[in-house]
């Protein structure tokens, strides 16, 4: 189970480095975050079995859409179940003036037979209206939508597309 502690400061800087990945930061989190039950103790052997659920889904759904809405569908529920302060959205626009806005999306590769070759997941988030993002251990860096926010986030040769789940959380209050 993850141990989720979060960054109660509105003035401390976010952390930027490879102990903060996407996750945590647009979620406030002061640990790597992944969005599915993992066992700290075999990390590895979690990210094993990730690839190979979606490897099964996919081979009942035989739909790169289908897969991608069902395994987000399923990673939705467990960070709702795991922030309470979390509330799904359905667009931006639902978020209110004192939220950060949370934009999360799945990546699923296909290689030339039509089966999962790669996977990974990624969230941007909107705080005091401007998005950005962290890329894995990567600095946080300014991103932006399309106006009907359909377009592929595309990081290096990763390539993010279909169905985005939107969710609100509030902004740390002045202690």
Known sequence: MQKLRRNFSPT?????????????????????FTPFERNEADEEGDWDERFQHIIDVHLVTKSKEDTIKLVLEEDVEFMLRSLPELRRIQSPEEGETNERVIAYRLMVILNEYGEVADTDFHFRVRINGKWSEKCGSCPIQDCCFDEDFTSPWIDGSLKYEGEIAYFAMPEPLEI
């Open 12 to 32: 401390a800087a976010p952390i930027n480095n490879e102990d903060c990945n996407c996750g945590s930061y647009a979620l406030n989190l002061l640990d790597w």
